[in-house]
């Protein structure tokens, strides 16, 4: 009967013909400590998997696109931000108040938020002179001040009411008989406030510097020189201002809240001097080129080219369904960074009448993230080029433009066979110890011819 011994590839020299070396002690020690991390990382490696990137035609046949954004408007108040959608065939979506949030911020980078904006429903004033009820004496003018009495006049009434304005604009031309009846009937009320203009074209330091007046006309009442928040946002009429002015002395009988004491006050303190809007949300559109506008506008009031500041911070563009924690786990980090490349980036206005563009090119990517490729995700990467230009004379805005590329990506993240993985692994295992035992014999060798050439000298 023939003996497995027979069979032996791996046969055995008896100890006694076999002795240990130094420098043989040092690379085992060397393949002990070596060979576990090779074993770690191949087995890492196997785990990630690969990530492989092919270019084709786009197949996406989505009728809509998703535009998820989170945009902070430094300068711009919420009263005055506005969102407008159009895409490259005319259609547009003006103002769009039920998808977008906005929230009241101030600070040097709007990292303080004050609370959220609600739109104040506000009729239009169909006839001018019948806002105006008050008869008005021959001769009668509302008191105006200027940047040498502003402060001073103001430190001395209880209450005032200042309506900021400028001679170009339509909505405080329309305003001034209003303002001036309501001025007539608060004196005759006895109602301890005063009622004063300010005209701001001759006023910058005043409206610019000190209020931030950013649309005409602003109404806004002070306590003893301080402002109280927000300006007045109602219907212009005498009946409407007559209320909101008694309201706020009622709500200011022992001086005016803070927005945290009393938040459903009609005015509170202003306790800030930028006023700035985060404006965020959700948009359906047209899979086609188009943009979407963040701009500063109202349907009564007027701006001033040149003081509408539009620097702005984008805290988060994406385009498609938003990604999961874990499936933004498994893209590589290149290909996230692609998905919202704008994170957290501020665009400055360095001058008077700057308008922002920023030009986006999207690129329908399918991420195949399962082992092997096994579950697909859409989603899209973005290339962008940002610049601003004088968009004088018209008022400034910041446009996102999105096109689609006609190519889109396929990201796979597969991995090897668990054969593959198991072979590439014994190969390094094994080379690695060949490697090991081959310079151990040349230091073995090396060390005899020393050993023999000394010998012979002696």
Known sequence: MVKLTSFDFFRKLPREYTYGTASGGVLSILVLLIVPMLIFFETLTFLSG???????????????????????MLRLPCQFTEIDVFNFFGSKRRDIEKEIQKVVVTGQMGEKFLHYHYEVPRPAVDNPARAAKTLVPPGFQVKSLNKDNFNETLQKDKFAFVNFHAEWCHWCRELQPIWKSFAVAAEQKDMNVNIYNVHCPDNPEICGQQQKIAGYPTLRMFHQGTALHPDFQFQRTEDVLLKYVEKVIIDSHDGPPTRSEKPRAVAAVREHAEEGCNVSGTLYVKRVPGNFVVLANSRDHNFDPKGTNTTHIVHHLTFG??????????????????IDPFEKELFS???????????????????RLGRLGSSEVLGYRITASNHFYDSEPSVPDVKFSYDMSPTAAVVTRGGRRWYEFLTNLFAIIGGFYVVMELTDGLFYRAKQAIKTASGKKS
């Not at 690969?50 to 902070?72: G, K, M």
């Open 50 to 72: 690969e990530i492989q990137t092919d270019i084709v035609i786009d197949p996406n046949s989505e009728e809509n696109l998703r535009i998820n954004f989170n945009v902070t």
């Open 349 to 367: 206005s360095p001058a008077e009448h700057t308008s922002h563009e920023h030009y986006i090119k999207l690129v329908s990517t399918f991420y």
């Open 321 to 338: 369904d938003q990604l999961t924690p874990a499936q933004l786990k498994q893209i590589p980090k290149n290909a996230r960074h692609d």
